[in-house]
């Protein structure tokens, strides 16, 4: 295929189409974005940049490339979704320890709550061990966002100055 260089891509591409479908059957992908239609595209492009004829057909080339970019791709993919499943997994096991009252030191939250009023100690245990946002604890409490954001300001203006001993 000489001549392979002379033509512009799209007619490479009418003639290898079958060979980007060929490889994505074969590997039983599911494309519905046509992400590896894509990548095959460009895997092809890249092929055609990069052929020598001395080095072999442009067949042989463009097949190789194509499977092996799938093959990375997949584990591109798995990899994700491995990563996604731990994050996942980790953070629903931090989920379900947290159902407790007090983080593990007491005797540190013990020693705060003294020093707050009730409701400052309200924000302290929804906003800063709940991680819950200004409008649930509002709603949890039944005032409003002010009134919540103003026990936070007081809370911290208390534990500026408030030095915890061991």
């Given at each position: ?13 009418k ?24 990548e095959?595209?460009i ?21 190789y ?32 320890n ?69």
């Open positions: 295929m000489s001549n392979l260089l002379d033509q512009p891509f799209e007619e490479v591409l003639q290898y189409d079958n060979m980007i479908h060929y490889h994505i059957h074969k590997l039983h992908i599911n494309d519905p974005e046509q992400e590896f239609y894509q095959g595209c895997t092809l492009w890249e092929a055609c940049q990069t052929y020598d004829p001395s080095r072999g057909t442009f067949r042989q080339l463009a097949n490339k194509i499977h092996h970019r799938f093959i990375d791709l997949i584990r591109k993919h798995s990899k994700a979704a491995e990563n996604e499943k731990n994050y996942v997994d980790q953070h629903a096991t931090v989920e379900e947290s159902t407790y009252d007090y983080p593990e030191d007491c005797y540190f939250w013990n020693a705060i709550q003294k020093e707050l009023t009730e409701k400052q100690w309200k924000w302290m245990k929804y906003y800063i061990i709940e991680d819950l946002s200004y409008a649930e604890i509002a709603k949890k409490e039944n005032t409003t966002v002010d009134a919540v954001k103003n026990w936070g300001r007081e809370a911290k203006k208390k534990l500026k100055w408030l030095v915890v001993i061991e």
